[in-house]
């Protein structure tokens, strides 16, 4: 398969090579505003170089691979769309609603399958936690908790841009619940603070939160998030149910050192997302490829970022006026 990438940078650069060692993918064409980057990974992954995306797109690839800038998703996967090309495009579409919602429809439309980077999705545990509530085995479902811990907070450059916690960091935890638990998040009530750098207050950002969330049929789940965690880069799940109560990341690299006994074990902690998901970032790309042989459809559509992405409106919007939200209220 002929695989179109634009975007070479950090990610970028990252999905091409893993595109480059799947046994399916003969050719890739690369693309990227800054030419030394693109040269840079064309020249080690023996591929192809664009010098625009308009090139990109009449190299006449089997599929497109979208991992710019978040300010430019919308237009490229539009652009994809519009060429009939089955499109990956990293999280998130867009942090604007009613753009994003323009771009579900159009999708919808044209019958083109679309799949947004949510690698969590594909990562092991949490696979094995969403089977488990689908076939019945926790009952019930009382309560969720879930911690998302970057290692490091990011540069002042990425806070201006990234959309805040919600929308940038914790749209993964959205994203995650309602596909593991198969229910909605309807209520939302976050709080937040600036403990770790001015810089996030300096953005109108918070870069430590809490929020309690409530699903369809109940269920509470308690969310935290931090921008730097000392020990690592965390993120855990537990779910209680009525028939049994499971966990997700609490393995001997959870970046968290407990009191009462050692842990069995001396591995090092997880430091980057890439560390900690790193088989679910190939995982999701194999998939995307039986995408885009028309073997089955996205496995994380349009449609659901737009709903994440509401929850993350909704987070915003209790995080200033200090009360639950509704999703629905959201528009």
């Not at 064309?42 to 190299?59: C, K, P, Q, T």
């Not at 753009?99 to 949510?118: D, I, K, N, P």
């Not at 545990?125 to 509530?133: C, N, S, T």
């Not at 969720?144 to 993964?172: L, N, Q, T």
Request: charged share 25%; net charge negative.
């Amino acid at each position: 398969m002929h695989i179109g990438i634009i975007g070479t940078g950090r990610l970028g650069s990252f999905r091409a090579r893993t595109m480059r060692d799947l046994a399916d993918v003969t050719n890739l064409t690369l693309y990227d505003r800054n030419w030394s980057k693109s040269t840079a990974v064309a020249h080690e992954l023996e591929a192809m170089v664009a010098g625009s995306v308009e090139e990109v797109i009449d190299a006449k690839p089997d599929a497109l691979l979208i991992s710019t800038s978040t300010v430019d998703h919308a237009t490229l996967v539009e652009t994809g769309v519009e060429a009939g090309l089955p499109v990956f495009c990293e999280k998130p579409i867009s942090l604007d609603l009613a753009a994003t919602e323009r771009l579900m429809q159009q999708v919808s439309a044209s019958g083109v399958q679309v799949q947004v980077g949510f690698q969590r999705r594909f990562d092991m545990g949490f696979r094995m936690a969403r089977e488990k509530v689908f076939n019945g085995e926790l009952g019930r479902i009382y309560l969720v908790r879930m911690v998302g811990h970057d290692h490091e907070p990011p540069p002042e450059s990425f806070i201006k841009r990234s959309g805040g916690m919600y929308k940038d960091m914790h749209i993964h935890e959205f994203d995650l619940i309602p596909w593991i638990v198969g229910q909605p998040i309807v209520e939302v009530y976050a709080s937040g603070s600036v403990l770790v750098d001015q810089a996030f207050q300096r953005q109108g950002d918070v870069d430590t939160t809490a929020a309690v969330l409530k699903l369809a049929e109940g269920a509470l789940v308690v969310l935290t998030g931090s921008r730097h965690n000392p020990l690592g880069y965390d993120v855990r799940m537990e779910l209680h149910g009525s028939g049994d109560s499971v966990s997700v990341g609490w393995d001997k690299r959870a970046p968290i050192r407990p009191l009462e006994t050692e842990r069995e074990g001396g591995s090092a902690p997880y430091l980057t997302f890439f560390d900690r998901f790193n088989d679910a970032y190939r995982a999701e790309l194999v998939e995307f490829l039986r995408v885009a042989r028309g073997e089955i459809e996205s496995p994380s559509t349009v449609k659901e970022s737009w709903q994440s992405l509401r929850v993350a409106v909704a987070a915003e919007m209790s995080l200033i006026d200090h009360r639950p939200v509704s999703v629905n209220s959201v528009v």
